[in-house]
């Protein structure tokens, strides 16, 4: 069974850092891309930033704006966002994301989904 | 950047009837690479439907999608009380990833 376990989350004031972390299992991580979705509190899900398999290439939402870094560490089963500059509209539930695969496409659709951590930032 | 907008925003039933619900995308999406979510409160989302119309592993039956090129439709036949929940509808024809805004379903 596929887990995705995901930490890092708290209250954080505003243009401070923070890591986020995901631990994976149930599933051969190295052979997946990852990604992280987040949602706004009672709004909609945000794709944030994906990560193919052995992080040859990455992709972040506009709204990043270089503020957050994503990267995994395969021998960990290990993803993570690191996020700087936090800004109160950051504040929401990081998920951690599976890809499924899809034939020629790299950036494709979830099919498994951690249970998001929270990130509320606030002075 | 495709937008997506779902419709309606609520869609007010009862168990064992039809819900019907849209998602319509800004520019056509190639391939139907469309997906369907759902989410109870408290709970991450769970993969539905992809390629518009392919079912999920242990999606039931009376979950369906159809759709091309702009206009997509997840249908479920007969809603059942676990039913009601938020649909979101995703495109991955070409990044950013995007979602549409949600319907929620409910009783």
């Not at chain 1, 539930?93 to 990130?119: I, P, Q």
């Not at chain 2, 009862?14 to 319509?24: D, F, K, Q, V």
């Not at chain 2, 090129?69 to 997840?74: E, K, M, S, Y």
């Given at each position: 069974?596929v887990q995705l376990v995901e930490s890092g989350g708290g209250l954080v004031q505003p243009g401070r850092s923070l890591s986020l972390s995901c631990t994976a299992s149930?599933?051969?991580?190295?052979?997946?891309?990852?990604?992280?979705?987040?949602?706004?509190?009672?709004?909609?899900?945000?794709?944030?930033?994906?990560?193919?398999?052995?992080?040859?290439?990455?992709?972040?939402?506009?709204?990043?704006?270089?503020?957050?870094?994503?990267?995994?560490?395969?021998?960990?089963?290990?993803?993570?966002?690191?996020?700087?500059?936090?800004?109160?509209?950051?504040?929401?539930?990081?998920?951690?994301?599976?890809?499924?695969?899809?034939?020629?496409?790299?950036?494709?659709?979830?099919?498994?989904?951690?249970?998001?951590?929270?990130?509320?930032?606030?002075? | 950047?495709?937008?997506?907008?779902?419709?309606?925003?609520?869609?007010?039933?009862?168990?064992?009837?039809?819900?019907?619900?849209?998602?319509?995308?800004?520019?056509?999406?190639?391939?139907?690479?469309?997906?369907?979510?759902?989410?109870?409160?408290?709970?991450?989302?769970?993969?539905?439907?992809?390629?518009?119309?392919?079912?999920?592993?242990?999606?039931?039956?009376?979950?369906?999608?159809?759709?091309?090129?702009?206009?997509?439709?997840?249908?479920?036949?007969?809603?059942?009380?676990?039913?009601?929940?938020?649909?979101?509808?995703?495109?991955?024809?070409?990044?950013?990833?995007?979602?549409?805004?949600?319907?929620?379903?409910?009783?």
């Amino acid at each position: 069974e596929v887990q995705l376990v995901e930490s890092g989350g708290g209250l954080v004031q505003p243009g401070r850092s923070l890591s986020l972390s995901c631990t994976a299992s149930g599933f051969t991580f190295d052979d997946y891309t990852m990604h992280w979705v987040r949602q706004l509190p009672g709004r909609g899900l945000e794709w944030v930033s994906g990560i193919t398999s052995n992080s040859g290439a990455i992709a972040y939402a506009d709204f990043v704006k270089g503020r957050f870094i994503i990267s995994r560490d395969n021998a960990k089963n290990s993803l993570y966002l690191h996020i700087t500059r936090l800004r109160p509209e950051d504040t929401a539930f990081y998920y951690c994301a599976k890809a499924r695969r899809v034939e020629g496409v790299r950036w494709a659709l979830f099919d498994s989904w951690g249970h998001g951590t929270l990130v509320t930032v606030s002075s | 950047e495709i937008v997506l907008t779902q419709s309606p925003g609520t869609l007010s039933l009862s168990p064992g009837e039809r819900a019907t619900l849209s998602c319509r995308a800004s520019l056509s999406i190639r391939n139907s690479y469309l997906a369907w979510y759902q989410q109870k409160p408290g709970q991450a989302p769970r993969l539905l439907i992809y390629g518009a119309s392919s079912r999920a592993t242990g999606i039931p039956d009376r979950f369906s999608g159809s759709g091309s090129g702009t206009d997509f439709t997840l249908t479920i036949s007969r809603l059942e009380p676990e039913d009601f929940a938020v649909y979101y509808c995703q495109q991955y024809d070409s990044s950013p990833l995007t979602f549409g805004g949600g319907t929620k379903v409910e009783i």
